[in-house]
């Protein structure tokens, strides 16, 4: 008789649970999944631009080379030699732009992680740095980037004298070069993260 009432007990259970329920904790778990290939295809770097549109709920956007999510432009681009008494911590000559970040994503941003590349003219790559566009230590004037607000800081890059590409860099007038911003991945203050895709040409 016990063996009978537990039995029922347990189809009671499984017919009890909704299907929904199951789906949606498998969804989320592919979901899971899906990020950290994204995650380990950037830390590998292999983040070349997709075409794949994203789904409604997904976490990718999927934009052209000219991309609007943030706006940027460079104020100035200077030279900066190492100084004796700056080589602990400055390891090398550095090429410092001075550049401007402004969130257009609509939302309020936590940090924007990207790179930053420098060609010619004729559309060959220079030099490149991944870079954070946050406001960590601006306390008194808070921590996020409100929509349409705009961050300047200083974008450095070690500069190698044996390098022809570096040399290029730091002799060429800024209108003699072209600096581009892909984002890659921003983070909103929601918690959410969206993950930036490229369309190939």
Do not use: C
Not at 29 to 35: I, P, T
Not at 46 to 72: A, F, K, W
Request: glycine share 4%; proline share 4%; charged share 30%.
């Amino acid at each position: 008789m016990l063996r009978i009432a537990f039995l029922f007990l347990t189809i009671f259970f499984v017919v009890s649970v909704p299907a929904q329920t199951l789906e949606e904790r498998v969804k989320q778990l592919e979901e899971k999944v899906r990020q950290l290939e994204e995650r380990l295809n950037r830390l590998e770097g292999r983040t070349e631009p997709s075409n794949v549109e994203p789904s409604v709920e997904g976490d990718v956007i999927t934009v052209g080379e000219n991309q609007n999510l943030v706006e940027y432009r460079v104020l100035s681009k200077k030279f900066k030699p190492v100084r004796l008494k700056e080589s602990l911590w400055q390891r090398s000559d550095l090429i410092i732009l001075k550049m401007v970040f402004k969130n257009n994503t609509g939302k309020e941003v936590e940090n924007i992680s990207g790179k930053v590349m420098i060609f010619d003219k004729e559309g060959h790559l220079l030099m490149e740095r991944k870079i954070n566009v946050n406001k960590a230590l601006n306390f008194l004037r808070g921590m996020t980037i409100k929509p349409g607000e705009e961050v300047k800081m200083s974008v450095e890059f070690e500069y190698d004298p044996n390098n022809e590409n570096h040399r290029k860099v730091k002799e060429l007038p800024l209108n003699q070069l072209v600096i581009k911003f892909y984002p890659s991945v921003i983070k909103f203050t929601d918690g959410t993260e969206k993950y930036i895709r490229y369309r190939e040409h």
